[in-house]
T-cell receptor, first 111, second 112 residues
Framework: QKEVEQDPGPLSVPEGAIVSLNCTYSNSAFQYFMWYRQYSRKGPELLMY????GNKEDGRFTAQVDKSSKYISLFIRDSQPSDSATYLC???????????FGTGTKLQVIP | EAEVAQSPRYKITEKSQAVAFWCDPISGHATLYWYRQILGQGPELLVQ????????DSQLPKDRFSAERLKGVDSTLKIQPAELGDSAMYLCASSLTSTEAFFGQGTRLTVV
């Protein structure tokens, strides 16, 4: 079993839709949770970072963490064609441990 | 805005040749990572430095890959000899607190 599971998609939605992206994990030592956006042939760009259960909002993006269920989500409101990219969840247990990534979900927002 | 610098952006090499990638992390970031990303997959850690010391190289194929960060600032990743299966994106990232990591644009390697 992989430490982090993420549906690779692809996920196609119409412009303006609410998008829900999810990851599950098995290692309860993970304490820090990140979402990255990666455009084709580019490096990952950090979108959201949180270290606690609950919600964190930044503009159209909301990160949600449920440590009891080992489940994390990224919601995108009013999705735009420019949001079309691969979204990677990433987890870390702190203490100079490595950052472990999901496989990424490819999102396409159709105008 | 500070960013992680990587070079070259693209590299094509013949199998059995040597190839090297360079990374300059964000100033002040003590933690530096090298990741490999195969198309359609998430990044996988090759090596992690804390200052000039290696803290995790468990997934680095040491028979052909080497990495160094001599002064605890910039870093070089080398492959010798390159194999066809090494074709991938090589990503460097740095972190101030060993939690969130910031990535460079990567080096896309093609081995022919």
């Amino acid at each position: 079993q992989k430490e982090v599971e993420q549906d690779p998609g692809p996920l196609s939605v119409p412009e303006g839709a609410i998008v829900s992206l999810n990851c599950t994990y098995s290692n309860s030592a993970f304490q820090y949770f990140m979402w990255y956006r990666q455009y084709s042939r580019k490096g990952p760009e950090l979108l959201m970072y949180t270290y606690s259960s609950g919600n964190k909002e930044d503009g159209r993006f909301t990160a949600q963490v449920d440590k009891s269920s080992k489940y994390i989500s990224l919601f995108i409101r009013d999705s735009q064609p420019s949001d079309s990219a691969t979204y990677l969840c990433a987890l870390n247990s702190g203490g100079y441990q490595k950052v472990t990534f999901g496989t990424g979900t490819k999102l396409q927002v159709i105008p | 805005e500070a960013e992680v610098a990587q070079s070259p952006r693209y590299k094509i090499t013949e199998k059995s040749q040597a190839v090297a990638f360079w990374c300059d992390p964000i100033s002040g970031h003590a933690t530096l990572y090298w990741y490999r990303q195969i198309l359609g997959q998430g990044p996988e850690l090759l090596v992690q430095f804390q200052d000039e010391s290696v803290v995790d190289d468990s997934q680095l194929p040491k028979d052909r890959f080497s990495a160094e960060r001599l002064k605890g600032v910039d870093s070089t990743l080398k492959i010798q000899p390159a194999e066809l299966g090494d074709s991938a994106m090589y990503l460097c990232a740095s972190s101030l607190t060993s939690t969130e990591a910031f990535f460079g644009q990567g080096t896309r390697l093609t081995v022919v």
